[in-house]
């Protein structure tokens, strides 16, 4: 019964002293875009240039993982442009995004394969590309209805 006894005061006094420690402030940067390339949409059929975005390149397993988490907003000439090592299936979410997406999928042609209009903050439902795909643009709400962009529409992008 003594053993039970100091068990429970010591795990008693244990839990005081975790709670009356200070609470850790954890501060965080905040994240940037950092201009690594242009890259314009060319309408089909045409190839008259419809767009012009300054990117930033996703391009590591960490970039691709993170994107556009942890930032406020973009402005409405930036993009995010994600390069993966093979043309495939790609779903993303928009967990710990702070502002709306329209995500445009692309293929190994670069061109555009299929789009998610409208992805809402911190929705962590999948939003798929549909068919295999090699790269993967964000944008700001809206600017695909905004520049009439279709399936069949292409990219032509440079890294700086």
């Given at each position: 019964m003594r053993k039970i006894f100091i068990l429970v005061f010591i795990s008693f006094f244990g839990f005081l002293a975790c709670k009356t420690e200070s609470k850790r402030e954890i501060k965080t940067e905040m994240v940037t875009f950092k201009k690594e390339g242009d890259l314009s949409i060319l309408k089909v059929g045409t190839d008259s240039i419809i767009s012009n975005f300054d990117?930033?390149?996703?391009?590591?397993?960490?970039?691709?993982?993170t994107g556009l988490m942890y930032?406020?907003?973009?402005?409405?000439?930036?993009?995010?442009?994600?390069?993966?090592?093979?043309?495939?299936?790609?779903?993303?979410?928009?967990?710990?995004?702070?502002?709306?997406?329209?995500?445009i999928y692309i293929d190994g042609n670069q061109k555009i394969a299929s789009f998610q209009k409208n992805a809402q903050p911190y929705?962590?439902?999948?939003?798929?590309?549909?068919?295999?795909?090699?790269?993967?643009?964000?944008?700001?709400?809206?600017?695909?209805?905004q520049i009439g962009l279709q399936v069949g529409d292409s990219i032509s992008f440079t890294r700086n």
């Amino acid at each position: 019964m003594r053993k039970i006894f100091i068990l429970v005061f010591i795990s008693f006094f244990g839990f005081l002293a975790c709670k009356t420690e200070s609470k850790r402030e954890i501060k965080t940067e905040m994240v940037t875009f950092k201009k690594e390339g242009d890259l314009s949409i060319l309408k089909v059929g045409t190839d008259s240039i419809i767009s012009n975005f300054d990117i930033e390149i996703a391009d590591t397993e960490y970039e691709t993982q993170t994107g556009l988490m942890y930032r406020s907003s973009m402005e409405e000439n930036q993009a995010m442009l994600f390069i993966f090592p093979t043309e495939a299936m790609h779903s993303f979410y928009m967990k710990n995004t702070e502002f709306p997406l329209d995500i445009i999928y692309i293929d190994g042609n670069q061109k555009i394969a299929s789009f998610q209009k409208n992805a809402q903050p911190y929705d962590e439902s999948s939003l798929p590309s549909n068919v295999p795909v090699k790269y993967v643009l964000e944008v700001n709400a809206g600017l695909s209805d905004q520049i009439g962009l279709q399936v069949g529409d292409s990219i032509s992008f440079t890294r700086n």
